[in-house]
T-cell receptor
Framework: DAGVTQSPTHLIKTRGQQVTLRCSPK?????VSWYQQALGQGPQFIFQ???????QRGNFPDRFSGHQFPNYSSELNVNALLLGDSALYLC????????????FGPGTRLLVL | AQSVTQLGSHVSVSEGALVLLRCNYS??????LFWYVQYPNQGLQLLLK??????LVKGINGFEAEFKKSETSFHLTKPSAHMSDAAEYFC????????????FGDGTTLTVKP
C-alpha cells in the first residue's frame, strides 16, 4: 500500500513564475491538506480539500490555489512566485472522521531564485 | 485561534538518558494534540496523538506524552534515548476532530550524544 506521494521532489523557479505541485493521497483517504514549511520553522497550514472543494484555508494569499480531482489526488498552484515562497511543501492525507490521523508525504522542495 | 509553543529549539542528551521535549498549547476548543518526528529530507511521521481519551498517550519508538489541561501542556518523553532518535520533533494542535488543519510549533531539534 503506497503512502502519500508527491511530485516533483525538487523544483527551481524564478520570481514571477508559476508552479504546480502534485499529491496522491494514501489509499482509502479522501481529504488532502497542504502545508508550507520554511527553513527552520514548523509547517504552516495552507488549505484543505475534501469532495473536490476547498474546505479550510490558512492565512495565505490568493496566489496560492488548489484543486482536488475525483480520484482524491490534489494539486497546489502558486502564481507570481516570490523569493519568500521558497520552502518545503508538504501534502497530508486523511479520512474525514473523528480524530482521523493525517499522513504526510515526503514533500516538494521549491527554490525560487 | 490556536497556537503551539515548543520550549527549546535545540535539546541535547546522552545516549541512554531521559528525553524531555516541551510543548504548550493554546486552544479555544478542546484540543487534539500531536507529536510528529521529521528526519532530514523527509516528511513528518506521527509519533502519538491525544484525542480526549486517556491523558497519558503512548506512541511509537518508546515515546509517550501526558496531556495536562491545567498547565496547557503536552510534553513528550522517552526514558532512554537512542542514537536513532536524533531528529526534528514537532508538536501540533488541531481544532477538534479536523486533524488535517493543524497548527504546528517551530520544532525542537534533538541531538543524541554517544
Amino acid at each position: 500500500d503506497a503512502g502519500v506521494t508527491q511530485s516533483p521532489t525538487h523544483l527551481i523557479k524564478t520570481r514571477g513564475q508559476q508552479v504546480t505541485l502534485r499529491c496522491s493521497p494514501k489509499s482509502g483517504h479522501d481529504t488532502v491538506s497542504w502545508y508550507q514549511q520554511a527553513l527552520g520553522q514548523g509547517p504552516q497550514f495552507i488549505f484543505q480539500y475534501y469532495e473536490e472543494e476547498e474546505r479550510q484555508r490558512g492565512n495565505f494569499p490568493d496566489r496560492f490555489s488548489g484543486h482536488q480531482f475525483p480520484n482524491y489526488s490534489s494539486e497546489l498552484n502558486v502564481n507570481a512566485l516570490l523569493l519568500g515562497d521558497s520552502a518545503l511543501y508538504l501534502c497530508a492525507s486523511s479520512r474525514q472522521g473523528l480524530g482521523e490521523t493525517q499522513y504526510f508525504g515526503p514533500g516538494t522542495r521549491l527554490l525560487v531564485l | 485561534a490556536q497556537s503551539v509553543t515548543q520550549l527549546g529549539s535545540h535539546v541535547s542528551v546522552s545516549e541512554g538518558a531521559l528525553v524531555l521535549l516541551r510543548c504548550n498549547y493554546s486552544s479555544s476548543v478542546p484540543p487534539y494534540l500531536f507529536w510528529y518526528v521529521q528526519y532530514p529530507n523527509q516528511g513528518l511521521q506521527l509519533l502519538l496523538k491525544y484525542t480526549s481519551a486517556a491523558t497519558l498517550v503512548k506512541g511509537i519508538n518508546g515515546f509517550e506524552a501526558e496531556f495536562k489541561k491545567s498547565e496547557t501542556s503536552f510534553h513528550l518523553t522517552k526514558p532512554s534515548a537512542h542514537m536513532s532518535d536524533a531528529a526534528e520533533y514537532f508538536c501540533a494542535v488541531s481544532e477538534g476532530t479536523n486533524a488535517g488543519k493543524s497548527t504546528f510549533g517551530d520544532g525542537t531539534t534533538l541531538t543524541v550524544k554517544p
